[in-house]
């Protein structure tokens, strides 16, 4: 798409729900919005934006902010800045779809079914198999750091900040316990995806099961030292994350 597409109108869109690593809110930032405009596709692939001066003045912020704005999306691959030749959309293919806040702008976008099984993938194809390096390698401490977020997240619920948390620590515990750097580098990633899905699934409604009993039996695999247990029950564990998932999509 390299012609000229028409301008849009900068939209406000709802704050995100969760602290990012850095300590920055993604709540109301200009990079947020224009990356869910990109994300649904109203500012579509190949879109090129006006100069930087027209367009700052369009929205009405500063060509500072502008500047870093698009600096963030092209970190990204969302956007790609040349001098002289301007900024436009990126093909999806080069966008960097892991990234942790890129994650939580498809979900401030409205994730599809695609997105989400894509992810959900991801996560079948990774955690599996960490589960079972954990069972083999994982020491006593990472054991009674797995068994204390699980009684966190027994004791507050995924429906609160410190539920969640406990439940993101123990899944980082876990593939902690692989001991495989490049596992370990995937765990911003699938911690971002955890979060942001548990969120997804509860947020017009209650849970429509509770996840603990799930996460019970890959914390005594792995405290067992079972790797195929450990193994059979993260598949599951993830199974029904992606029914729950679905079912909260299809009640929109």
């Not at 930032?29 to 090129?48: C, D, F, K, R, Y």
Request: cysteine-free.
């Amino acid at each position: 798409m390299d012609r000229q597409i028409k301008s849009f109108a900068l939209k406000p869109v709802a704050g995100a729900l969760i602290q990012q690593g850095n300590g920055k809110r993604l709540r109301g930032s200009l990079a947020q919005q224009l990356a869910v405009q990109i994300l649904t596709g109203e500012l579509p692939e190949g879109h090129m934006f006006p100069g930087e001066i027209e367009y700052a003045e369009q929205i009405g912020i500063s060509r500072s902010a502008l500047r870093e704005a698009f600096r963030t999306l092209s970190a990204k691959g969302l956007v790609d800045s040349r001098p002289k030749a301007g900024t436009r959309v990126s093909p999806r293919r080069q966008w960097s779809l892991l990234d942790p806040d890129l994650l939580a702008w498809q979900f401030e976008a409205e994730p599809s079914l695609k997105f989400l099984h894509d992810l959900f993938e991801l996560r079948m194809i990774v955690e599996p198999s960490a589960a079972e390096l954990a069972a083999e390698r994982r020491t006593e401490e990472q054991v009674q750091a797995m068994r204390s977020a699980l009684d966190a997240m027994a004791r507050h619920g995924l429906a609160t900040d410190a539920g969640r948390l406990a439940d993101q620590q123990f899944h980082m515990i876990m593939l902690e316990a692989s001991r495989n750097d490049a596992v370990i580098a995937l765990a911003s990633s699938i911690m971002a995806a955890i979060a942001w899905t548990t969120i997804y699934k509860q947020r017009k409604r209650e849970l429509p099961r509770d996840p603990i009993p799930d996460h019970r039996a890959l914390f005594d695999a792995v405290a067992a030292g079972d790797p195929r247990a450990a193994r059979a029950a993260m598949a599951e564990l993830i199974r029904l994350a992606l029914i729950d998932t679905e079912i909260s999509l299809q009640s929109d």
